[in-house]
């Protein structure tokens, strides 16, 4: 038998992201009233936020800015070992930034950005989750209580970013951190590719890189937050409605990663998916599934179709100015 | 064809409920943060809650007593004249008491004894509720907003009460209040009625009488309240058990009403039913259903077995002493 | 106080429908192995089925005909004395037909038509499904097996027809047959009345009116029929689409009615929605509530929009020819 | 920064399990018509059965036999030199037994025996599922067809096994296979491993071992199948009570993993889990979390007690004669 290279398997998971808000107080009333996430810090212009099934003490930052969409992405690697192999494969990219002493909730991380210039970090040091009392899950193997108020967002599914070209992109998560290329969205008989969706574990994406329509820099499409029942997502949507969250698609399941969907706009401006079911990969030699423009559809399986918003809408958006978000997305007046 | 005589039709529905509870304040945290019931008004001892799509201003009355147990049971008929001839029925019986001028919510009504001394009561003036702004839906059909906070009951279903003589009282409802009977379990070939269920609307019962196995008066077995999806029953279960509600039975499914449920003690010491499924009864037609020692089994479809203190207990307690409500419940600090 | 006139309380509810279609095996094979339903009888061009929670022993006839549509509508009254007032009332208005020996499933019932010329019935004798062995089930209070195959439908809910003038026709429906109005879509400032849907029992409709755009006689817009939860609606969209059965629209929330549903046309040509939720109206003195061109928008509460085929499609389709059906559906050969 | 050893990954997943039964026609009818697997080969005294989100061509053996219990065990190496590492590693324990040529669905294989005599192999070359044309997909990333009938389970989760010594097994599947150890059930202050749940991806467990009370060999407890949603689960309580199937325990939330269950016996004799939920485990530093006697309590979070026959049946049964199979489960003329 031939030998065939090993797949790199360092990364252990998607360990957190950075969002960017210009209405930080509503933001905070949308992840932590709406969606039931759990406030685990607040420092300087940021709190960090986790769901309710994250092992890690936080797993998303929210930090206020002139402009919403995406801070920073962190991986984590699963040994220091793999770390260190990881930082050596960024560096010969050129694309490296350097180390950092780390932030609430890990410890030194390895900075870089993807070709499109999303910011991003590796690490391996991680701060598991210690509950306050009143927190202590009845379950011992649950992070933390689950909540009985809002909508119970379990933990950080995936992210989707705005690239000007998604080979450049795909390739260098494929090279640089190991990710595994799961479905891809190719048109012009194999020419024009669209979107990427990739993962380090068998959840079916962690990233996805689809082509930036207006060629902007390191935009984000929208974050994605897990529910664990289809239900969730139904009551989800009954909750944005009398909210006054603005639902721009959904509920409904994509063909790509079968997954149950309900999109809204945090009131800062990035679009946030709820999210449900899809599949798991366990196939080590799973091959990528690949649509074209006939068999991709809008993206949808069943349920409405997706808006044009959902392809020309991504954060920060051009059309707004510094500080100003979308004009069109409702003001609430967080409590 | 003979002339059969027409069914009495002149009750509307099981209008509210008045539980009694010597831990008030505890029993109000269980109702409005665990079971997201609004707090329609407060006057004297009592608090006057809702369900979100209940219709009437307030169909849960709570009231600060020595023993827990059921206060009064009142019936809302479908017309004025419906009601006066109910009330002349009733008369006729010697239980009845007399009109009063009624409480928050409704008018004038109709007080009077069920044979097992279980107050109720009757009326046709009834207030709906008109939320404030910030409660309003944004749908026009549903009196206020679907709650984002907690379990989410909808609205009151039905309750359960004890009796010496289920035969005495379920005649005395059939007669005086035209109800329906749906379905009884009767043991001994026929000879000991062991509970009956019975409802004024295709709902499948609003009330059933069981037989008090203590011989006491006036008991109260269980109250219930209607969630909208099995969905809501399981996410129910997790809500209790992080917040140190008992969970007595469930979540399973019933063979008598299909129903599926789960059973937890208000800190006050009443059961209370989270309930959803069941069938409606169209058939005017409907031949009741009779269940045996032997098909009738527990009770259960399938799910977990009732336990002994599903038979044993109810409220109030013989054997707690006044004030002091079932002494095994968990005592929970309200916030 | 004054005496108001009180409401007629005569029809128990919807009883059976009768579906028109030109392609009698593939309509079978959609109602019977996808839907579930059960076939309980078959005589001359018609086929009798019923979903497993009907107590009827059929509540759908399914009849070969040149063009898809509604054949007609059978209402069941509470009682015989409840048929002759419903009778003498329907035969002042002109509209009557005349007695029929009625149908397998049903005695003697009164024939009549609509103002919009929908042929309707009504009967009070109905002959209770009695399963064969292998199709009883193991809960005594549920008339067949709960269905292991298919989408597994429970009961007939509901059905919308179009007509010309939509008052004319409720109003028929209120004053002859009694039937509450629940709510209603009325434009131009309260001078046109797009739709109204009505009920005899607390189910939201079981019929409703809509106005047809394209100025037929006795179309149907669509049937309706129930399935318990909400994810039996969400399972039933996978079901369809991997079955080639042309999902319209939905899964998604009505706002009129509450309800979650899915429309897809059935192999003949007619709209048949999979529908659950919605809620139950229970108060006597109900306020029917009314839509105007803002605050009805298109209908949905949550999830894709309805598309133009919605409004502008019906059965029989005036554009296609007679035994041809809708030319666009899928043909589906029947297994 | 000391470098600590690196995990071991060379296990894909659970691959396929073999299972044996007595009654080889009514066990067929269990997985096919009642749980909506897939026969995708026969061959000699067995079938090849297949979940319909599996991408494999099988994932179940059954194979007639004189006892009820689990035939082999197959786990699928990453890559051909992850299983060379994994065959030398076994080699070590004088635990292996040899290649053989492979199976239907997958090519050679290494088998080998754990230390209490359970049947395995590891392999890396499997066949992918080619399903023929009236089963493709409508979903291009979904091997077959979402089954309209029954139950439908998506793909084999995990089985769990009796053994004499826990410690001992739960090693050499650390060991030599490199699983990871999620949860461990230990009494007697640290002094009795009682039960060990280990998986080599993120999916909670593949196998868990638990010890057995009759001290017998290489015993299986269940074979456990996954569904997307708690309300399949539901659903298939029902329709395992309207088909004579034996329900041992569930629908129920286990504590250890947060899995929602049910448990029945397939006709054979074995027991079948129908599993969805649970959680997903990340961490690469994912601390054991260990219960006691106390913090145990019967495995369960909410809903029934888990039975006395939870904990003494196994299969094959010691008290049944070789042929007989179980004497009390009931007997189901297959279709």
Redesign the interface.
């Known amino acids: ?1 031939l ?2 290279k ?2 790199i ?1 360092d990364i ?2 998607l360990g957190h992201v950075e969002l960017l808000t210009p209405r930080p107080d509503e933001s905070l009333w949308y992840f932590h ?2 969606l039931g996430m759990e406030i685990a810090h607040a420092e300087g212009q940021s709190v960090y936020l986790r769901g309710y ?1 994250d ?2 003490a936080t797993t998303l930052k929210l930090t206020e800015a002139a402009q919403p969409g995406v801070g920073h992405i962190g991986w ?7 770390l260190d192999r990881r930082v050596a494969a960024i560096e010969q990219t050129g694309l490296g930034i350097g180390w950092s002493n780390g932030d609430y909730g890990h410890g030194r991380c390895y900075q870089f950005n993807d070709p499109d210039f999303h910011s991003m970090e590796i690490y391996f040091d ?1 701060q ?1 989750y210690d509950p306050p009392e009143e927190l202590k ?6 992070p933390m ?2 909540p ?4 119970g967002v379990r933990r950080t599914d995936h992210l989707a970013v705005l690239c000007k070209d998604v080979a450049a992109n795909r390739g260098f998560m494929q090279d640089c951190l190991g990710l595994n290329l799961r ?1 891809q969205v190719i048109y012009d008989n194999g020419a024009t590719e669209i979107g990427s969706w990739m993962s380090s ?3 079916h994406h962690e990233i996805a890189y689809v082509v930036d329509v207006k060629g902007m820099d390191a935009r984000l499409h929208h974050f994605s937050l897990w529910v ?5 997502v ?2 989800a ?7 006054g969250i603005f ?1 721009e698609a ?4 994509h ?4 997954a ?1 969907y309900l999109y809204s706009y945090e009131p800062g401006g990035n679009r946030v998916e709820i999210y449900t ?1 899809g ?2 990969v ?6 990528t ?1 690949v ?1 074209d423009e006939e ?1 991709r559809g809008n993206g949808v ?5 997706l808006p044009d918003s959902f392809l020309n809408y991504a954060t920060p958006d051009g059309e707004a100015a510094a500080g100003e978000g979308r004009k069109d997305i409702p003001v609430i007046d967080p409590r």
Chains 1, 2, 3, 4 share one sequence.
């Not at 664990?228 to 969730?232: H, Q, V």
């Not at 399986?301 to 179709?305: K, V």
Request: glycine share 8%.
């Open positions: 038998m030998t065939t090993e797949p398997r252990a998971h009233d709406i099934g092992y890690a984590r690697a699963v040994s220091p070992q793999a991680e598991k899950s009845t379950l011992r193997n649950l209580k689950f009985k108020d809002g909508i479905e574990t068998p959840v664990d029942n289809r239900a969730d139904l009551r949507a009954d909750i944005f409605m009398e909210n639902i959904g509920p409904s399941k063909n790509n990663s079968q149950f079911g599949f798991l366990f196939a080590p030699d799973f091959e599934v649509w068999n399986y069943w349920g409405g179709a």
